[in-house]
Structure formats: structure tokens, C-alpha cells
């Protein structure tokens, strides 16, 4: 129990991937985490396995184009934030460096799928987790779109049925360097019977 926190407390987004190669035996593990994930209805949520290299090649310019509008767009303090945090890439190159593309994708505004888009993001952090435990890394990243006709491109690529869409990338792979452990916890943020009574008296 113990390791599954410590894991857990030590996973960082990290797009530093190296060539390495990814078998299919730690894929599987990656890919049975996310299945294994809670879902409102079973099947709702879907995982597609990219390593084609046109495909990310496509997925990869969308992204890049649509996260350059989306980042203009934002006020200047959260751009600011954004790209001084130390692991920003505008290039995005690391969706084609992973040699690893998971597409998470479900269908959100389906009456029989209620809360699909929840469960997906349970599932990418299933794999995220998992991906961790076998000491590969992940960087979680979610499309900016900004209009339809991104996404009708972005669903043309993976041949998405209607309604269906994507609703994150994680690029999985092995780090080009030892991982440093970084502490990301204040605990500050859990709460006690109200909003803003510190549950941890740290
Ligand atoms: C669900 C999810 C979606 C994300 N989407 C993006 C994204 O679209 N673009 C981006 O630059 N970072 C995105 N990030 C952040 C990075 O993947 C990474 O988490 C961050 O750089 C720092 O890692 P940390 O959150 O593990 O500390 C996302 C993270 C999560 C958890």
C-alpha cells in the first residue's frame, strides 16, 4: 500500500522521452490499468494505441496549431504562468518523441454515457500511474480546440465514430534521464467538514 502511495506522491509530468522502445508486455499493463479503471457504463470510454507516424504527425500539428490560438488567447498572467513553468514546450515535439501515443476518447454528450468524460480522465490517470510504476514517464495533455473544425480533423485522423472525441493525449515512454523525485504536495488543499478548514494541520 505504501508503494502505491509513494508512487503515486513521486509521479511528475516529465517530456524528456528517449528513443527506447516500449514492449508490448509493459503496453499491455499500461493498457489493462486503463480498462481497469471505474467507468459509468463499461466500454465508454476508449483507448486507441498510435504508434503509426503519419497519424502523430497529423495529431501533433492540430495540437500545435490550436494550443498556439488557445495560448493568445488567454489572459497575460495565466500565459505568463504557462510558459514560465519549467517543462513547458510549445513545440509540443514530445507527442512525437514518446515512442508511445495513447488517444483517450468517449463520447460526451451521450444520454447513455452519463459522466463518460469524467471516467476517461480516471482512466488516463490509471495509466499514468501504472505507466510510473514500470518506470516509464507520461506527460498527460489535453487538446486546446477551438472550433469544430479542429475537431472534425482530429476525429478524421483516429476515424472517431459520430459523437465520439477525443479528450487527451498521453505520450508514454522511458525518460532520458534518471527521474528526480520532486515533492508536489502543500496539502493545503484538503478540507475539513468546509471549504477552507485545513484538513492536514501541517
Ligand atoms: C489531465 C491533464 C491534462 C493536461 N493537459 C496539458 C496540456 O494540454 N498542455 C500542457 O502543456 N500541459 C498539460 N498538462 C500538464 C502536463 O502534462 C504536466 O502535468 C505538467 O507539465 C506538470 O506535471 P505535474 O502536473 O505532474 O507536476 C495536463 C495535465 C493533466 C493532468
Excluded at 49 to 69: A, L
Excluded at 81 to 101: C, G, H, N, Q
Excluded at 102 to 119: F, G, I, M, Q
Aim: with cysteine.
Amino acid at each position: 500500500m505504501d508503494s502505491l502511495l509513494h508512487l503515486m506522491k513521486r509521479n511528475r509530468g516529465n517530456r524528456n522521452f528517449s528513443d527506447r522502445s516500449v514492449s508490448k508486455v509493459v503496453l499491455d499493463k499500461i493498457l489493462e490499468a486503463g480498462v481497469s479503471a471505474p467507468s459509468g457504463v463499461v466500454d465508454s470510454v476508449h483507448i486507441l494505441v498510435v504508434d503509426q507516424i503519419e497519424k502523430r504527425q497529423s495529431i501533433h500539428r492540430i495540437c500545435f496549431e490550436t494550443e498556439r490560438i488557445w495560448l493568445s488567447g488567454q489572459p497575460a498572467s495565466v500565459r505568463e504562468r504557462i510558459m514560465k513553468s519549467p517543462d513547458f514546450d510549445p513545440t509540443l515535439e514530445y507527442l512525437l518523441k514518446a515512442p508511445v501515443l495513447l488517444v483517450v476518447s468517449t463520447r460526451p454528450n451521450d444520454p447513455e454515457s452519463p459522466h463518460a468524460v469524467e471516467c476517461a480522465f480516471i482512466a488516463l490517470g490509471y495509466m499514468l500511474v501504472m505507466a510510473n510504476g514500470l518506470g516509464l514517464i507520461t506527460a498527460p495533455y489535453a487538446p486546446s480546440i477551438m472550433d469544430d473544425s479542429d475537431e472534425k480533423q482530429l476525429n478524421a485522423i483516429m476515424k472517431l465514430p459520430p459523437g465520439e472525441s477525443i479528450q487527451a493525449l498521453l505520450p508514454v515512454g522511458y525518460p532520458e534521464k534518471p527521474v528526480k523525485p520532486i515533492a508536489r504536495h502543500t496539502y493545503r488543499n484538503v478540507f475539513f467538514n468546509e471549504y477552507g478548514n485545513n484538513y492536514f494541520q501541517t
